[in-house]
């Protein structure tokens, strides 16, 4: 199986589901949230290399979490993007924080907003329950 960059699990390929998760989680929240990160790294044209090929690796089951922590390269690679980004947030002046503020506080709002929207489909009542038919007094056995 070959890496597809921005694709995450191709043809032959399936992607695991949450529960694949737990053996790093501590909860089926945190797993759907390590999910969910995973397939922004598979899927960001930002992202290259070795954090792309972690996330693809393991969506696809070619690779578990739990090797993938253990992969000195996979983690120095991690180590280095939280640098860049730590130095990206050290050179900002006070006018781009207070835009990424806006911008992150925009994120959330619809973060939350899709996550609840996801809560009340897996949770909610079904709209399509088959409970009988509706149609009263046709056919059927009267008494």
């Given at each position: 199986?070959?890496?597809?960059?921005g694709?995450?699990p191709?043809?032959g390929?399936?992607?695991i589901d949450?529960?694949?998760?737990?053996?790093?989680?501590q909860?089926?929240?945190?797993?759907?949230?390590?999910?969910?990160?995973?397939r922004?790294l598979?899927?960001?044209?930002?992202?290259?290399g070795?954090?792309?090929?972690?996330?693809?690796?393991?969506?696809?089951g070619?690779?578990?979490?739990?090797d993938?922590?253990?992969?000195?390269?996979?983690?120095?690679?991690?180590?280095?993007?939280?640098?860049?980004i730590?130095?990206?947030?050290e050179?900002?002046?006070m006018?781009d924080?207070?835009?990424?503020?806006?911008k992150?506080?925009?994120w959330?709002?619809?973060?939350?907003?899709?996550?609840?929207?996801?809560?009340?489909?897996?949770?909610?009542?079904?709209?399509?329950?088959?409970?009988?038919?509706?149609?009263?007094?046709?056919?059927?056995?009267?008494?």
């Amino acid at each position: 199986m070959t890496n597809r960059p921005g694709n995450g699990p191709g043809p032959g390929d399936r992607e695991i589901d949450d529960s694949e998760l737990m053996d790093v989680a501590q909860d089926p929240e945190q797993a759907e949230s390590l999910h969910k990160a995973l397939r922004t790294l598979a899927n960001n044209p930002n992202v290259n290399g070795p954090l792309q090929e972690m996330a693809q690796g393991i969506l696809s089951g070619r690779m578990g979490m739990t090797d993938a922590i253990k992969d000195e390269r996979y983690m120095d690679a991690l180590g280095d993007r939280m640098t860049e980004i730590r130095h990206a947030a050290e050179s900002q002046t006070m006018e781009d924080r207070e835009a990424e503020r806006g911008k992150r506080e925009e994120w959330a709002r619809k973060r939350e907003e899709e996550e609840q929207k996801e809560r009340d489909e897996r949770d909610g009542p079904s709209t399509n329950l088959f409970t009988g038919s509706k149609k009263r007094g046709q056919g059927g056995h009267r008494g």
